[in-house]
């Protein structure tokens, strides 16, 4: 059986962007396969750069209640924070000991931090790299090899951790036969979603759209993105427009084909903005409710993360120990 694992750094609120991109083509994939699924929460991921706890908490609340709120089923996928499972950190030290420290140079996380340390000047490129950014790969490996995953969906700029843990793997395997599963990454293909300026809806550029911030907030951020110049009564260009693009993710065929009449004949750029709020509004109203619903309730929802950490548990029990057998530990 394939199993199919996702993982998701609690950082920021969950967006526009993250929902086409990430949480609605992962809902399908998921629902639409026989493959064993689990989603974890990378709260542990987080130490590298958020170190305190009332933040990292509550971040790690809100991404799993929005991706219950969206649809997640707990009957076919398996939700659970990544520090609820001890057998990943054990078998994070054993890969480590597989890697060699030059392999871990070309992680894109440190190199990026490297390249910002060398554009600021320092002379110590390695300045604010703590050992968790450094190591973040193998720690990325074991959430990966420790449940014998063998698809991983990713977006391009993440499927190096894949490639990563497929070479740990290997070297492991090297030493003691084929025990750990090769995962492959499943790249998603997503077209980029566009944010309030027209750039890749992004936390780095301020430019998203939180899912589940107030009405009045939601709609002020709709009204900000980013149009031109011409009158209402001016035909208005659909492939370059923000408020086109998102508005058919969510509208059925007719409502499209509507709006583009609306385009070419000439609308205002005020009344195409509330018209996409109005859509966006709509279609998650019910996601909302259900989202507000666990927030309140933290503790039925660390309930259910702690319920998906026991059903992961034993899946990873017997791996480690097999595991921990063949390196003569066991």
């Known amino acids: 059986m394939k199993t199919i694992l996702t993982g998701i750094k609690p950082t920021g609120d969950v967006h526009l ?5 990430a949480i609605r083509p992962g809902l399908k994939l998921a629902h639409s396969t026989k493959a064993q699924s689990l989603l974890f929460i990378a709260d542990y991921h987080c130490l590298t750069s958020m170190h305190k706890a009332s933040e990292l908490s509550q971040a790690t ?11 997640l089923n707990t009957q076919k996928t398996i939700i659970y924070k990544q520090s609820d499972v001890p057998e990943i950190f054990e078998l994070s030290w054993i890969l480590s000991c597989f890697t060699p ?4 140079n070309r992680a894109h996380a440190y190199k990026a931090k490297q390249s910002t340390n060398k554009e600021d000047g320092k002379a110590d490129l390695d300045s604010g790299v703590n050992m968790g950014l450094f190591n973040y790969p193998v720690l990325m490996s074991a959430d990966i090899l420790m449940f014998n ?9 993440q499927a190096q951790h894949v490639e990563f843990a497929r070479d740990i793997a290997q070297k492991f395997n090297n030493n003691y036969g084929d025990t750990l599963v090769l995962p492959k990454p499943i790249l998603s293909g997503q077209k980029l979603i566009p944010g309030l300026d027209g750039r890749k809806m992004s936390k780095s550029y301020k430019n998203t759209i939180p899912l589940f911030c ?12 980013k149009t031109d110049s011409l009158p209402p009564e001016a035909p208005k260009d659909i492939k370059n427009s923000t408020i086109f693009d998102l508005y058919k993710e969510f509208a059925t065929d007719s409502e499209v084909l509507k709006l583009k009449a609306h385009f070419e004949s000439g609308i205002g750029w005020g009344e195409a903005k509330q018209v996409l709020f109005e859509k966006l509004q709509e279609y998650f109203l019910p996601h909302r409710q259900k989202y507000n619903e666990l927030m309140s309730h933290p503790d039925e929802l660390d309930k259910i993360l702690l319920s998906g950490a026991e059903k992961a548990r034993q899946l990873a029990k017997p791996l480690l120990k097999n595991i921990k057998k063949v390196i003569g530990v066991g």
Do not use: Q
């Open 17 to 21: 962007g993250n929902y086409l991109g």
């Open 61 to 71: 609340r809100h991404v799993a209640a929005s991706w219950l709120a969206c649809g």
């Open 101 to 104: 420290k030059g392999f871990m």
């Open 149 to 157: 995953a063998t698809d991983v969906p990713v977006g391009e700029d």
């Open 214 to 225: 107030e009405d009045k907030k939601f709609r002020k951020l709709i009204m900000k993105i």
